[in-house]
């Protein structure tokens, strides 16, 4: 596919102190999925005429790494939704609970086998945090996800169901089908976010990238080897900067 798109290059920083951005507009809620399982998220209520952004984390941090985000987004009046997966931050039980099974595993053959036991409900949690979502925006309005690491390839199978405006994928950890599953899609505006020295990341952004025809994609690449939740919180204006692209995007 041929795509006319913008590729910017930036040097690494330090990391900088994220700020406590709790505010009245952030509430966090609960929902109960098909399974009976209770799900957890912040959410910060957006404008009427607004639309919406479902955010997910990377696997080793919960939805308060996007605290600086979601405050960003709502300064615009859009609708943000950062979900705990199962297993993270609020949505966990005794049952599922990724820091037990980092802590029970005596091998990473052990941890890798209840890591995919614990993301194989993700599909139909990631779904439901959408009809969530979905359900507080307007009809005519439209909802962007924003994927971290390991939750690019629930971004990915979510738009498979759902019609879903534009992506920004940070740092994307996707394996060879989760990639062809993306090339499948329609193309849509992605906002993607690599590190240059991360190689299996940036080789993954570099390749979609390369493959998605939308003229409105960008390619953002960074010096270093941080990725998800260090990358985008240890740069103070990158939140701005995709906040402002998603209104952009959106609002089109």
């Known amino acids: ?25 952030m509430n966090q809620v609960k929902f109960i999925t098909e399974d009976k399982f209770m799900l957890s998220g912040n959410y910060f209520a957006g404008n009427l005429d607004k639309s919406g952004v479902l955010l997910l984390h990377d696997c080793d941090h919960d939805s308060s790494s996007y605290d600086n985000l979601t405050k960003e987004l709502s300064n615009y009046g859009i609708h943000a939704f950062s979900l705990d997966l199962r297993g993270y931050g609020n949505s966990v039980t005794e049952q599922f609970s990724h820091a037990n099974i980092k802590l029970n595993s005596k091998d990473y053959q052990t941890y890798q086998t209840e890591f995919i036991q614990l993301s194989s409900f993700w599909q139909n949690d990631v779904l439901a945090a959408y009809q969530y979502l979905r359900e507080r925006v307007a009809k005519n309005r439209d909802v962007a996800v924003v994927a971290s690491g390991c939750s690019s390839a629930q971004a990915i199978y979510l738009a498979e ?70 990358l985008l919180n240890g740069k103070r204006y990158l939140a701005q900067d995709i906040a402002l692209w998603l209104n952009d995007t959106l609002a089109k």
């Open 1 to 25: 596919m041929s795509c006319s798109i913008s590729m910017l290059v930036f040097a690494q920083e330090e990391d900088s102190n994220v700020e406590d951005l709790a505010t009245e507009s």
């Open 161 to 230: 169901k759902m019609r879903i405006n534009s992506f920004v994928m940070i740092t994307p950890v996707l394996n060879y089908m989760e990639k062809e599953h993306f090339k499948n899609l329609i193309d849509i505006p992605v906002y993607f976010i690599g590190s240059m020295h991360h190689a299996n990341t940036y080789q993954t952004t570099k390749e979609l990238f390369e493959w998605n025809g939308d003229r409105g994609s960008t390619f953002k690449i960074f010096k270093g080897i941080r990725q998800g939740h260090s």
